[in-house]
């Protein structure tokens, strides 16, 4: 696999090396075109060769789906990456950002048809954009009852992450053998269409990351054994007013991790709705958690 690494680099204090968000190369093992994945080194990272940084694969949800080269900061509008690298947090994580294939879902979605370039996130020269206060509320808040008749066939919903899932594994390769990593210190977090690709990955490789938070996605039962048998910690997010992924079927997966004897931390953000992202991502304990687990 091919690789070659555009730097944009900024100005995030004086004491220490600046932060960097670098555009990545490589050749999809889908169809064999030409993409880049976003690569977010944090401030510091060059001031000492020998330090080993923590790891973070961010996957996101269905509207950042893109081409891979000019929509690639489509990345950037939700998510750890909008929070290092457009709000200018000092995240101490080295972050993977791919951007999914469209794989023909702009003929189903309107957001993605008619989303344009001149809605890609941008980094202010100086300041950061003011932060959206509105949370979509679409319902009441009520509780909810399991239920195993899921929405979907397989695991997800359709054309999701599992289907650049050798990509994926090649960049982590890439990343761990090119960069100061953490080995020990690697976590997987994605919201909605990436919170089902959390669980797909997850449960496919749960020697490869210390720790795993799903954001409103849920994840199917029969990916909850390999999980149970590593004890990867988890930590899901779902909303409790979301009516794109349903509360109630976060259930069935969730007991099955407490069958198999696993611990199981799940949080219901009861006044958010499908963008729970926003307060989880926007605060610190998420981040603050993973970097409480090691392999």
């Known amino acids: 696999m091919l690789f070659m690494t555009i730097i944009v680099s900024a100005t995030f204090g004086f004491a220490q090396t600046d932060a960097q968000l670098r555009r990545v190369s490589y050749t999809s093992t889908v169809d064999e075109s030409s993409r880049e994945y976003l690569l977010y080194l944090p401030k510091g990272y060059e001031d000492d060769p020998d330090k080993k940084w923590p790891v973070m694969l961010f996957l996101h949800g269905n509207g950042e789906r893109g081409n891979g080269r000019t929509e690639l900061d489509f990345v950037m509008v939700h998510g750890p990456l909008y929070e290092a690298w457009i709000q200018k947090r000092d995240l101490p994580f080295i972050i993977i950002g791919p951007q999914l294939p469209m794989f023909g879902m702009d ?11 001149d809605q890609l996130p941008r980094r202010l020269e100086k ?3 003011e932060r959206e206060t509105k949370w979509q509320i679409d319902t009441l808040m009520q509780g ?9 066939k397989n695991f997800g919903p359709p054309m999701g992450w599992e289907q650049v899932e050798q990509d994926l594994v090649n960049m982590l390769d890439y990343v761990s053998e090119n960069y ?3 080995q020990s210190r690697v976590y997987l977090t994605g919201l909605s269409y990436g919170g089902f690709g959390t669980w797909y990955m ?7 990351f ?4 799903p954001v409103v996605g849920w994840g199917h039962k029969n990916l909850m054994q390999p999980l149970a048998e590593n004890k990867t910690p988890i930590w899901c997010f779902a909303g409790g007013r979301d009516l794109v992924i349903r509360e109630r079927y976060f259930y069935p997966g969730l007991n099955e991790l407490e069958r198999l004897g696993h611990q199981v931390r799940f949080t219901i953000e009861s006044d958010m709705g499908h963008d729970t992202w926003k307060r989880v991502y926007g605060g610190e304990d998420l981040y603050n958690w993973f970097l409480g687990h090691q392999k």
């Open 107 to 117: 003929h189903y979605a309107d957001y993605l048809a008619k989303r344009t370039l």
């Open 127 to 129: 300041g950061v954009p």
């Open 144 to 152: 909810s009852i399991s239920d195993e008749n899921y929405p979907y």
């Open 180 to 182: 100061q990593t953490d």
């Open 202 to 208: 997850g449960s496919k490789y749960p020697e490869r």
């Open 210 to 213: 210390a720790a795993i938070s």
